[in-house]
């Protein structure tokens, strides 16, 4: 609680001076400070609460997340072109935010629950599908960053619970394939303005807008497994048919899923989340936040430039400055020496999240613990690395310290389940 508080302390002296010369500052403070009351508020009541009961109560809360992700569609509103949002009138709520603690929550319970089928080919296929209709269900919104944090949760948990390095494997060529197939057209075009001559690069553009369907692509690539597998067998090398099947499906499938991918992803988006590779290509389009972001950082130095005194933040250089880009606030404004005291208390956050999964008194425990901390992770190192130049733009906050009552809500819940989980450490 020491690091939430100090986290907080720093997220409100930099959301105050992002929007101090824009007459928000009051707006964005009062807003993120009564989320942040409500968000407490539940902390405490989730503490209290017995984590164990979740386990029970899964199938409900896996539908109950689902009716949330489904209403927001039918009734939602739309804010920056995704219909993510419940609008009351003086606040807004985006229940993506919820729906993935309790999508940790539910996965946690199946992987507890089927630990002893880890090597079964139904195992993968359900906790597929447990994913799936989630994700389907924020991509119809749509909302791709939101998407990215379910990934990482994934593959941490069944790595925790011992499932085949294989299949992992074959988790991240799915991943690839789905969002690399609809990024690798528009990283390619994007290189040739700067090396229009290059033969290869022209080559493979004209390649990837031939006409030519993906699906014999895809076929040749399978046939090209079967036959290497086949190839094995023949030199006594004894690999089952399971093996090469399952590859085949989840190449077969990743490529499908590409598909709709790159349709609800618009040229801007794309655009941006290849970029950061050479933010000069595109200085005044999708590269700009990276540079104006690099510089801010940069030119805060050791001690910073002072409280409500960075030239990037106040005359409005610095794009999303509350939201996505506060830590490069606060780079800029706090230097090297508050930076550093942000990052070291994210770590103590961080670390005292694996001490709760450790001495957690069951799985259950250990693995929601792991789960929640799989997040806070991702987001942390996705969000500062693109502030830096170092990940893609994705629009992913920095928890507990961006703006936003939805994203500081849910996190304060998911630290509640948290203590609620070592509070209980000790009681058997």
């Not at 009541?45 to 927001?72: E, G, M, T």
């Not at 692509?217 to 399952?246: D, E, G, H, Q, T």
Request: glycine share 8%.
């Amino acid at each position: 609680m020491f690091a939430v508080i100090g986290l907080v302390a720093i997220s409100f002296s930099a959301i105050y001076s992002a929007g101090i010369n824009y007459e928000n500052s009051f707006k964005y403070v009062s807003m993120q400070a009564l989320a942040l009351g409500i968000g407490f508020v539940g902390l405490l009541l989730l503490a209290r609460f017995n984590y164990q009961y979740y386990k029970y109560l899964d199938k409900f809360i896996y539908i109950l997340s689902l009716l949330l992700l489904i209403s927001v569609l039918i009734f939602g509103t739309v804010k920056r072109g995704t219909k993510g949002w419940f609008d009351f009138g003086f606040i807004s709520f985006q229940p993506v935010e919820i729906a993935k603690i309790m999508f940790i929550l539910v996965f946690a319970s199946f992987l507890d629950t089927k630990s002893k089928e880890v090597e079964k080919v139904s195992f993968l296929f359900f906790s597929f599908v447990i994913l799936a209709i989630h994700l389907i269900l924020i991509m119809m919104q749509p909302d791709f960053s939101s998407t990215l944090s379910y990934f990482p949760v994934t593959l941490i948990l069944l790595f925790m619970i011992c499932v085949s390095p294989f299949y992992l494997f074959c988790i991240v060529i799915f991943g690839a394939l789905a969002i690399g197939i609809p990024l690798l057209s528009t990283f390619i075009n994007m290189h040739l303005k700067i090396s229009p001559s290059g033969a290869f690069l022209t080559s493979l553009v004209f390649f990837l807008k031939m006409n030519l369907n993906w699906l014999y692509i895809i076929i040749a690539i399978i046939f090209l497994i079967m036959c290497f597998w086949w190839f094995l067998w023949k030199l006594k090398i004894r690999i089952s048919i399971i093996y090469p099947l399952v590859l085949c499906n989840v190449i077969f499938w990743g490529c499908i899923t590409s598909i709709p991918l790159e349709k609800s992803l618009k040229d801007y988006q794309k655009k941006r989340l290849v970029v950061f590779v050479n933010p000069k290509i595109d200085p005044k389009g999708s590269g700009y936040n990276i540079i104006q972001s690099k510089i801010a950082i940069g030119s805060g130095k050791f001690m910073g430039k002072g409280f409500k005194k960075g030239t990037q933040t106040q005359l409005g250089f610095l794009p999303e400055r509350h939201t996505d880009f506060i830590f490069s606030v606060i780079g800029e404004e706090g230097g090297w020496v508050i930076a550093q005291l942000t990052l070291f208390l994210y770590f103590l956050f961080i670390w005292r999240c694996l001490i709760i999964a450790k001495a957690a008194r069951d799985r259950y425990g250990s693995l929601v613990a792991i789960g929640i901390t799989t997040m806070f992770v991702f987001y942390a190192v996705i969000n500062i690395g693109m502030v830096m130049g170092m990940m893609p733009v994705t629009g992913m906050p920095l928890l507990l310290l961006s703006y936003g009552g939805s994203s500081i809500f849910s996190s304060l819940c998911a630290i509640g389940i948290l203590l609620s989980i070592h509070i209980r450490r000790h009681i058997y």
